[in-house]
């Protein structure tokens, strides 16, 4: 069995996962990262995107991130995510919902409409899909 370290995803408002993983890919800003185990102790901040998680179990596991930050620690992982959720707690109908009302804003052309804004709330809203997409495939485990 590969090493595993504690890991700790914790949004704002609740804690997404906590429990022993082998490894972990996140979006930092500067590009998508791999976390294994005796990793170097580090900070980088999120942006935008999917976390993918191996558990102890050998099973994959997704989570939608917006932005945060991760911290690795002696043989410990922390993100704090300005928000974050699993890809089986998406609610689809609500991200297409926030999906269109973004993309409406963007169409408008109007002058009280933050457009960067709008395009932010679009990639977070397509960035959930794209995680709650995930949840449909088989689990995917470790072959031993």
Known sequence: MPPLYDLTVLAHDHEVFSGQAEGLVAPAWDGYMGVLARHAPMVAELS???LAVVDASGQRRFFAVSGGYLEVGWNEVTILADVSEAAEEIDVARAHAAEERAEQRIRSHALDVDV????????????????????RRAPQRRTQ
């Not at 960067?116 to 949840?135: G, S, T």
């Open 116 to 135: 960067q804004r709008a395009e932010a709330a679009l990639r977070r809203a397509l960035n959930r899909l794209r995680v709650a997409e995930k949840r």
């Open 48 to 50: 935008v995107g999917q």
